[in-house]
């Protein structure tokens, strides 16, 4: 019988040491090296404070959580392979207890490969993004190509390409779909979704970040659903087939009705990425929580995203993962007509800051130009569904302004002005509600 242990215990603590390190590393890091930032020109006002053009706020930080992240995952390589190291060098004495040696996975190491070189581009996309702001037709097509690795690495697995049917379709259509090249096209544009739409929820203390930490434990809690509890970490193959649905029925986690040893894996793989960016992300959410003494930069943004881009594609839960991102899909949805030109669009949608009462109220887009028939019709409906309030002129009733469509301005439409550190606190809450629903 094959008696080919799944990989995971020592592995998996070695991770959680790994990510205590980060997390101390960002701590102590971000603070330490602030000022090498400012002195570079790396810095920005805090565009919600009345000592906004006093005090520079390092700006990219993003790229030391990034360094550390990487470096780290890096370091980690040959610990995610332990399991196969020691059988490696055990391996005469399995051979006389008549254990099959274990080929070296070289297929999992290129999945390991291929995520950090989309990271690593990601990497260099954000912080090329905070130094020279490059255009939006210019840095959308780029994440897409940074995922032709990971979905080289899918398809060298054959990946499966099917999706099940929504239950009302499933008389017309079956039960799947096999969605062939497009399934692909969706988990490229999967990378480039992840990455920009955390980048666009942006501009008041914490927001990033703290998006990227409640993803990234929501990621995290899925992974654990799918690994064989109780957990005995030397755990025999056959015990991980279907026969394991029997012999610990009750006991072992939903995941392992159809639990597999792949499956395993690639949660195990999830949570060696997901662990250390929690870390980091509470790291430096320390430092950026209101008031900020750093900011994330573009870097952190892209980073976050390609990491959760990259866990969804080759941990093979690219439809799930798009669950916890429902706040980012309600502010890209409402933010298309600013973003594809219909409204105009400021450089900065942040909220508008009153000094006098410390509170954030809606901030507004001017529509200088008479509006076309299609912006007036786009801009009635959104302020009809609530998404938008609309400042008319008092005799003809054209709309002279707009709230700027994002999920901030929205809230603060919806509840009333509030300040900075409420209003983070209210986008975690839906953060936090859209993962408990997903
Ligand atoms: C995106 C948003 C933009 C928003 C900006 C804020 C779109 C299309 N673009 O642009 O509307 O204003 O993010 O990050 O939606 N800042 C703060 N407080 C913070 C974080 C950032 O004041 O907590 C300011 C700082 O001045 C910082 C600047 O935002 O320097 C960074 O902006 P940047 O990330 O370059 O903006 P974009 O990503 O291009
Ligand atoms: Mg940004």
Redesign the pocket.
């Known amino acids: 019988p094959l008696l080919d242990p799944v990989p995971a215990l020592p592995a998996l603590y070695t991770s959680v040491g790994f990510s205590i390190f980060a997390f101390l590393s960002t701590l102590y890091l971000v603070p330490a090296l602030g000022h090498t930032f400012v002195k570079a020109g790396l ?7 009345p000592y ?1 053009h006093e005090i520079p ?1 390092p ?1 990219s930080q993003g790229l030391v959580c990034a360094s550390i992240y990487i470096l780290l995952l890096m370091l980690f390589i040959p610990f995610a392979f332990s399991n196969f190291i020691m059988n490696f060098a055990s391996e005469n004495t399995s051979y006389s207890e008549g254990i099959s040696v274990v080929q070296f996975p070289h297929y999992q190491l290129s999945v390991y490969l291929s995520s950090l070189l989309s990271l690593l581009i990601a990497t260099m996309l954000g912080f090329l ?2 130094v020279f ?1 490059i255009r ?1 037709r210019h840095k959308l097509p780029i994440p897409i190509i940074a995922s032709i690795p990971l979905l080289m690495v899918y398809y060298a697995e054959r990946g499966n390409t099917h999706v099940v049917v929504p239950l009302p379709l499933r008389s017309i259509l079956g039960t799947l779909v096999n969605l062939g090249p497009l399934y692909y096209l969706y988990m490229s544009l999967l990378s480039t979704f992840a990455t920009n739409s955390i ?10 970040v703290s998006q990227a930490l409640i993803i990234a434990v929501s990621v995290i809690l899925n992974d654990l659903l799918y690994l064989p509890w109780p957990m005995d970490f030397r755990i025999p193959l056959h015990l991980l087939g279907n026969k394991a649905e029997v012999e610990f029925g009750g006991v072992w986690s939903a995941g392992m009705a159809y639990g597999s040893r792949e499956l395993v894996e690639r949660h195990l793989f999830s949570l060696y990425f997901m662990m250390p960016l929690v870390a980091v992300c509470l790291g430096f959410l320390y430092h ?1 929580w209101y008031p ?1 003494r750093a ?4 870097t952190l ?1 892209y980073v976050t995203g390609m990491a959760f881009a990259v866990v969804g594609i080759q941990a093979h839960f690219s439809k799930t993962l798009l669950l916890f991102f429902i706040p980012q899909i309600f502010n890209f949805i409402i ?1 298309c007509p ?2 594809f030109g219909l409204v105009p ?6 909220p508008r800051y009153d000094a006098d009462t410390n509170l954030l109220y809606p901030s507004t887009a001017e529509l200088v130009k008479e509006p076309s028939k299609i912006t007036m019709l786009t801009l009635k409906t959104m302020a009809a569904l609530g998404l938008t309030e609309l400042q008319l002129h008092p005799k003809t009733g054209a709309i002279q302004k707009a709230s ?1 469509l ?1 999920i901030l301005n929205f809230f603060l439409v919806r509840l009333g002005p509030m300040n ?1 550190k409420r209003l983070v606190q209210v986008l975690m809450c839906s953060q936090v509600a859209g993962s408990v629903v997903a």
């Open positions: 810095k920005g006002g805090d565009l919600l404070k906004r706020i700006e993004d905070d702001d939006w980048n666009i929820l942006a501009g008041i203390n914490g927001s990033e950026n900020a900011f994330p930069g573009d943004c933010s600013q973003l669009c400021p450089r900065h949608r942040v700027n994002t900075e």
